[in-house]
């Protein structure tokens, strides 16, 4: 009887040791099934926000080549467009990289060098008056 009851309880350890272990690692399977999600938003969020800057940066190189070249009135629509454009980018700011965050300090640069050179060629040229809104998501 006293084997038995050995056996028995051995078995039950056994059996109470597995279980354990099968729900530690489904637990901690969800637990990676979750971050891996978290992951892949936080991704997909770089990702377009890196796009809109990706399609800023291609618009200010475009532009900028223009700079022997641009009329006043080019210039002044240019700008307005740039100050739209750059507070919508400005915007989303806050879910880049830091590769994002350089790229974006040299394309001010690039655009503060055309400035430059178009005022050096046509003088101050005035602002049209044009209020900018810009709608932030906050999620």
């Known amino acids: 009887m006293e084997i038995t009851s050995k056996i028995k309880t051995i078995g039950f350890a056994l059996a109470l040791g597995s279980f354990m272990f099968a729900c530690s690692q489904e637990t901690q399977n969800e637990t990676n099934a979750e971050v ?12 377009e926000a890196r796009s809109s800057y990706d399609d800023f940066e291609a618009w200010v190189n475009t532009n900028t080549d223009r700079a022997e070249t641009v009329t006043e009135d080019e210039y002044r629509e240019m700008r307005t467009e ?5 507070a ?24 503060n060098e055309f400035e430059n050179k178009v005022q050096q060629r046509l003088g101050e040229v005035d602002d049209i008056d044009v209020d900018v809104d810009v709608k932030r998501d906050n999620n």
Do not use: H, L
């Open 88 to 111: 919508e980018v400005e915007a989303e700011s806050s879910t880049w990289d830091d590769e994002t965050r350089q790229a974006w300090e040299k394309t001010k640069a690039d655009w």
């Open 82 to 86: 740039y100050k739209r454009r750059e």
């Open 36 to 47: 891996n999600e978290a992951q892949a938003e936080m991704t997909e969020e770089n990702m």
